[in-house]
């Protein structure tokens, strides 16, 4: 068996976009096996289980993964993460990867494939709100897809936003007030807020928007009348019902299922896609195991290797 560390250096972003592209292929055409993810709440935060089975890669295998808000006050990554990969003839497990950069990888990878398909622009003014290392994959991720012109950024920390902004200096970057941001071809949320902080009347026609911050029941950034005036799509119906951005507004009956555009990987296989230049999209993210295993399969080829004999 191995354990593989430092397994985001050297990965190339376009190769894995391209994998987790294929990967919502399959889960549009209905090729995979992935149970939603499982949450154990802990007192300062909860971990989740996820696991999957990817045929078109031969993989198989399992992610632990942990979001606890307030570890950046102990010097540790909001989240954390483990993949465990597994023999599929025997189930003998033969690789443990450290997934914590990948994590962020492999959802700055679904939002791009998500801007390729539904940003009504190639060309795009860039509105970031939240400075955190989910919005930093996601604009790595993005410019792999999109012509970056201009990010507009919000952040609750001045010094953040400081710090995001020089992480992008080949881009001409702006502290704005969170409406302003609003203003822009393609909006990327990134924060864990409970409470909306994106309001319908902010957003133009033609918005494309990557709503990645709600991740757990509870959680939501944008108003629910945003939600009703846009095509909603998801990376998964049931993980967005129960922890997606469309979570909150459901249980308060401001939003039903049944106003679910489509999935992902419906729109990467042509079944669904933007009608309209002037129509608001919207793709909930929650993050799926076959993401994960896309991005494992990489990485097993570029980490750095400790053997641990098994059994």
């Avoid at 970056?148 to 020089?166: N, P």
């Amino acid at each position: 068996m191995q354990y593989l560390t430092d397994t985001d250096m050297g990965l190339d972003l376009k190769q894995v976009n391209r994998a987790v592209e294929a990967a919502f292929a399959d889960h549009g055409k209905g090729l995979v096996q992935m149970p939603p993810k499982v949450y154990i709440t802990l007192p300062d935060g909860d971990f989740r289980t996820m696991p999957a089975y990817l045929p078109s890669l031969s993989i198989a295998g399992v992610k632990i993964v942990n979001v606890h808000p307030n570890n950046p006050l102990k010097g540790l990554p909001t989240v954390m993460a483990l993949t465990i990969i597994l023999d599929i003839p025997t189930g003998q497990p033969i690789a443990i990867i450290n997934a914590t950069r990948l994590t962020d990888m492999r959802t700055g990878a679904a939002g791009a494939i998500a801007c390729k398909y539904l940003s009504p622009k190639k060309e795009v003014i860039l509105g970031v709100i939240g400075t955190g290392r989910q919005a930093e994959a996601q604009v790595k991720a993005i410019r792999q897809e999109l012509t970056i012109t201009e990010i507009k950024i919000w952040s609750r920390s001045s010094e953040h936003i400081r710090h995001f902004a020089d992480r992008f200096m080949e881009f001409p970057c702006h502290a704005m007030s969170i409406e302003n941001v609003c203003d822009c071809n393609v909006l990327v949320t990134t924060t864990p807020s409970r409470v909306p902080i994106v309001m319908n009347e902010w957003i133009h026609e033609g918005t494309h928007i990557n709503a990645i911050g709600a991740d757990a029941p509870g959680k939501e950034e944008l108003a629910p009348a945003l939600l009703k005036r846009s095509r909603v799509f998801v990376d998964d119906p049931i993980q967005a019902i129960h922890s997606g951005e469309i979570n909150v507004p459901i249980s308060h009956g401001l939003f039903s299922q049944s106003e679910i555009s489509g999935t992902l990987g419906e729109i990467v296989i042509g079944r669904k896609k933007r009608e309209s230049s002037d129509e608001i999209t919207i793709f909930d993210s929650t993050g799926l195991a076959i993401q994960d295993l896309a991005i494992a399969k990489i990485a097993l080829q570029h980490g750095t290797t400790i053997k641990l004999p098994f059994p």
